[in-house]
């Protein structure tokens, strides 16, 4: 979503507001409100629908609707972005004043039998004036949270890497955000203190019960007999345990010793029959959806890797067959190097036949494979001796089974890169395993091609598409480091094949 279709949302949902406000006001001239509500009998203070309460509304859902427009569209974006600071702060100290001063009047219309509770008439305005004013600052404050809230979830949505934390931190400013826009109601509506402070320690809990529950709490159940039993008990514990902070937050913001029971009593049945359903349904969902993907990425990793190899598959009789003439013709012709060769090669093209296409092979199958294509590099460079190449790698595997092809491209790197027949070079391959875990090391120099060398532009199946295998293969199973300087190219791969 564009920020263009959310300020479309934003405009003709709170405009659907200020039309169901403005509804309401009209359709109470026909019933209580017309009659004198009990402050004013008591006061003694004559009442007029009009005068006492439609006009004054009236003017404060309007101040709240075009106050909230112009900060949230027209003022506060550019100020976040540190243009025009100067025209937009006075703009914004402007709304703050006339909102103060609308909204301190109409309440000496709507709340005219205050007047009677101060012993002179200058402190009685003073008094609704400042709450008028008062109300105004907690109405600007809270829209330039909101708009602060609505950029920082753009951020999130538009720069997510995926991680777990920043799918977190968009969640957490979801609940923010969330919150915000019920404060904003509630102020419109005009509700007591008591009530605002309720709904925040309320959702604050909710959002940390929900977002404690799907990244800690239901993975850690997950593995019991009754997962969703043991789920919701410890959720009610945790519920019960938080009652108390929230109850004397609630006392210490009110002041008043009951509030402990009020709020708790909304906390506890918020938590238990919507937070914790919420978060189980979110994470449940999640999880199948995430599995889904999961096996998609795998299936089109291992797609992908082996794309560059079925092109070899055409006329494969034809190819043997094609070998194995000229590997009896360099054997005629005592050309054993190039009979040794073809030989290697023909190993290698069986090989991608026949067992590329598995999903795992026998490790030992793979250190064929490997062996033979340093051999055939050795039959090439054998020519120089300033170019050393040396492996050490075992030979006892112990039955352990690897995906194909993920080892030879860090050799088909280094060979590429690292070999020069002009300048010293060197190459060292180190495999061994104890136990389960692999431990895969290549080292090589680095000499640039020319622009003419034909192998400046090949790159095998390449180190980016192996990581995504490792990824999808071998998640939190291996651990792949890789470093480079002006004159070496170093590759560290440690792999769990349990």
């Known amino acids: 979503m564009n920020i263009k279709d959310l300020n479309k949302i934003e405009f003709w949902a709170v405009s659907f507001i200020y039309g169901c406000a403005v509804l309401m006001l009209i359709s109470n001239g026909s019933s209580a409100y017309t009659e004198v509500p009990k402050q004013f009998k008591d006061a003694g203070i004559e009442f007029n629908y009009l005068s006492n309460y439609f006009i004054p509304e009236l003017f404060r859902y309007s101040i709240l609707y075009f106050s909230f427009l112009l900060l949230n569209f027209c003022c506060l974006p550019p100020l976040y972005r540190k243009t025009n600071i100067g025209s937009n702060t006075a703009i914004l100290l402007a709304t703050y004043l006339i909102a103060g001063l609308v909204i301190s009047?109409?309440?000496?219309?709507?709340?005219?039998?205050?007047?009677?509770?101060?012993?002179?008439?200058?402190?009685?305005y003073n008094q609704i004036f400042f709450k008028g004013y008062t109300y105004s600052a907690w109405l600007v404050l809270l829209i330039c949270i909101y708009v602060a809230l609505k950029k920082l979830l753009i951020y999130f949505t538009e720069n997510k890497e995926g991680s777990i934390q920043d799918r977190m931190k968009l969640e957490i400013v979801f609940g923010l955000a969330f919150w915000f826009v019920g404060t904003l109601l509630w102020l419109a509506a005009g509700v007591d203190f008591d009530v605002i402070v309720c709904w925040t320690l309320v959702i604050m809990t909710c959002i940390f019960i929900i977002i404690y529950s799907i990244y800690y709490l239901i993975p850690s159940v997950g593995s019991q007999i009754k997962p969703s039993r043991t789920y919701y008990g410890k959720v009610t514990i945790i519920t019960f345990l938080l009652a108390i902070p929230v109850g004397l937050t609630g006392v210490l913001l009110v002041g008043r010793g009951e509030f402990f029971m009020i709020v708790n009593?909304?906390?506890i049945a918020a938590q238990l029959t919507v937070?914790?359903?919420?978060?189980?349904?979110?994470?449940?969902?999640?999880?199948?959806?995430?599995?889904e993907i999961f096996t998609l990425k795998k299936e089109l990793g291992k797609s992908d890797a082996s794309l560059g190899f079925l092109k070899s598959q055409i006329n494969p009789h034809f190819l043997f067959n094609a070998l194995n003439t000229l590997y009896g013709t360099a054997l005629q012709e005592n050309a054993e190097r190039t009979g040794e060769g073809i030989q290697k090669l023909g190993d290698m093209m069986r090989f991608m036949l026949q067992e590329n296409m598995?999903?795992?092979?026998?490790l030992s199958r793979d250190i064929d494979y490997l062996n033979n294509y340093i051999g055939l590099q050795k039959l090439r460079t054998s020519i120089s001796v300033?170019?050393?190449?040396?492996?050490?790698?075992?030979?006892?595997?112990?039955?352990?089974?690897?995906?194909?092809?993920?080892?030879?491209p860090f050799v088909e790197n280094a060979f590429k890169h690292g070999i020069s027949l002009q300048s010293p070079s060197h190459i060292k391959v180190t495999l061994q395993t104890r136990g389960s875990m692999l431990y895969f090391d290549v080292n090589n120099s680095i000499h640039l091609k020319a622009d003419g060398d034909p192998e400046k532009l090949q790159s095998g199946i390449g180190l980016p598409n192996v990581k995504q295998r490792l990824e999808l293969l071998y998640p939190k199973k291996h651990e792949l480091i890789i470093r480079e300087s002006a004159k070496e190219f170093f590759v560290h791969l440690t792999l769990n094949l349990a």
């Open 105 to 124: 009047i109409t309440q000496t219309y709507t709340k005219t039998y205050l007047l009677s509770q101060y012993p002179d008439i200058d402190d009685a």
């Open 265 to 267: 009593l909304f906390n």
């Open 358 to 362: 598995q999903d795992k092979i026998a």
């Open 275 to 291: 937070s914790a359903p919420l978060a189980w349904y979110i994470y449940k969902n999640r999880n199948e959806t995430e599995q």
């Open 386 to 408: 300033d170019i050393v190449i040396s492996t050490q790698i075992e030979e006892d595997f112990n039955s352990l089974q690897i995906a194909p092809m993920l080892l030879i």
